[in-house]
């Protein structure tokens, strides 16, 4: 089991790099976006993990503004993808050609590049596309590969997806099964703005306005704090509380509450604890701490949990919802005692 002592001296200056940059992220974010305080922490903390995000919110919150502005300020490259009922895989993935040299008059196959090839990928709205498209995205998250025509081809890292999802509308969409929602590390919950935030918000968007964001780091350097989050220390015993975590949403496991085993279907699998471990070493980079705390894991909780845990027909019909349940199992798991 690593140890704090284990962190190299250059680990520590790097992780004070990480710590401050964060800051100024954040701040570069500010400068657009204003309030979602919250959803802009966890974001960061996703990307400092290589993990994919799924943003569920109503229209004119600011979700693509922040997915720009992120990579603007990252200096990544961007791309949009607006996901529409006719949309094939091959308008994401990209497709083979045939082509004639007209010099030599030869023909031949040549693999177009689809808008999936960048840094940070926008999939707006990726419920309204059908599952095949769904899962040509999904391939490429997990997989960092698209296939065309049989011939596998890498996507360069940093890669990261963060899909967006709007819970109003739902006449024509295709919901995300639950394999495919548990390739997201981070389901956020975009909330409308205070009165304050939004007084701010009109204030700034209806003034003249000046793009001077500024790039925060190199895509070297954020791939080297990415590197960083894998070789935190994290004890067995945030582990421990992050497995008891997942393991209280299964309704057959001697964890599970009473409201657990009355409303849940299906809970949690392991994937749920790597993610919260990988969360929280990304939270404590951002804090400038040399470990990981049980509080780190109590913050990134709630986003990895509640799109893993679905609710049964019970909960359903007494409007029982998966962040109910999941707040439930974070106010009643306590940390485990390996005195």
Request: aromatic content about 8%; some cysteine; glycine content about 6%.
């Amino acid at each position: 089991m690593q140890t704090t002592e284990q962190l190299q001296e250059s680990d520590l200056e790097l992780l004070r790099h990480a710590s401050e940059g964060y800051r100024k992220l954040k701040a570069e974010i500010g400068k657009v976006l204003l309030g979602q305080d919250e959803i802009v922490r966890q974001l960061l903390a996703a990307i400092f993990s290589q993990g994919h995000v799924l943003i569920i919110g109503v229209p004119g919150l600011g979700k693509t503004l922040l997915v720009k502005t992120l990579s603007k300020v990252l200096g990544w490259n961007f791309k949009r993808i607006q996901f529409t009922p006719d949309m094939m895989p091959a308008d994401i993935i990209g497709v083979e050609l045939l082509q004639e040299d007209r010099a030599s008059g030869t023909r031949s196959m040549r693999f177009l590049h689809g808008p999936i090839f960048a840094n940070i990928i926008l999939a707006d709205e990726i419920n309204r596309t059908p599952p095949k498209t769904q899962s040509a995205l999904l391939e490429a998250m997990q997989e960092y590969t698209v296939t065309s025509m049989g011939k596998s081809y890498h996507l360069e890292k940093p890669f990261i997806v963060v899909a967006t999802q709007n819970p109003i509308e739902q006449e024509g969409t295709y919901p995300l099964p639950e394999a495919q929602l548990d390739r997201f590390m981070f389901s956020l919950w975009m909330d409308y703005p205070t009165a304050q935030e939004e007084e701010n918000i009109v204030l700034t968007t209806t003034a003249i306005q000046e793009d001077n964001l500024q790039q925060v780091f190199t895509r070297d350097q954020m791939m080297a704090f990415q590197d960083l989050v894998r070789r935190m220390p994290v004890s067995r015993h945030v582990v421990g509380y992050a497995v008891a975590l997942s393991r209280a949403t299964r309704p057959l496991s001697g964890l599970a509450s009473d409201m657990t085993r009355q409303y849940v279907e299906w809970g949690a699998g392991p994937r749920a604890s790597q993610y919260m471990v990988l969360a929280g070493k990304s939270l404590a980079v951002l804090d400038g701490q040399c470990t990981v705390s049980a509080e780190h894991i109590r913050q990134s909780a709630p986003y990895v949990l509640r799109h893993r845990v679905l609710p049964n027909y019970n909960a359903t019909g007494e409007g029982i919802t998966s962040q109910q349940i999941t707040e439930k199992v974070l106010a009643e798991i306590k940390e485990p005692d390996y005195k």
